[in-house]
């Protein structure tokens, strides 16, 4: 899977998990959420996302290398 694929796959995973910890256990949890999304947002406009350098770090490739080897 590309960085792109797991950002998506993270996002969505703890933005879910958040709703039905706000909805079933504390409300505080609609928080987490919010984060995610003005990380997302931040994203759209400077091209630079905390978890996608991590993911690099962590050895994923990028959408461009993934394409070029196949």
């Not at 996002?11 to 987490?32: D, E, K, M, R």
């Not at 630079?48 to 993934?66: H, I, N, Q, S």
Request: hydrophobic letters at 50%; one cysteine or more.
């Amino acid at each position: 899977m590309t960085v792109e694929r797991y950002l998506r796959l993270i996002a969505g995973s703890i933005v879910l998990a958040s709703i039905l910890l706000g909805a079933y256990h504390n409300t505080n949890w609609f928080y987490l959420t919010a984060f995610v999304a003005l990380n997302l947002i931040q994203s759209a406009f400077t091209n630079w996302c905390p978890m996608m350098t991590f993911l690099r770090y962590l050895g994923a490739k990028d959408e461009g290398a993934v394409s070029s080897r196949a």
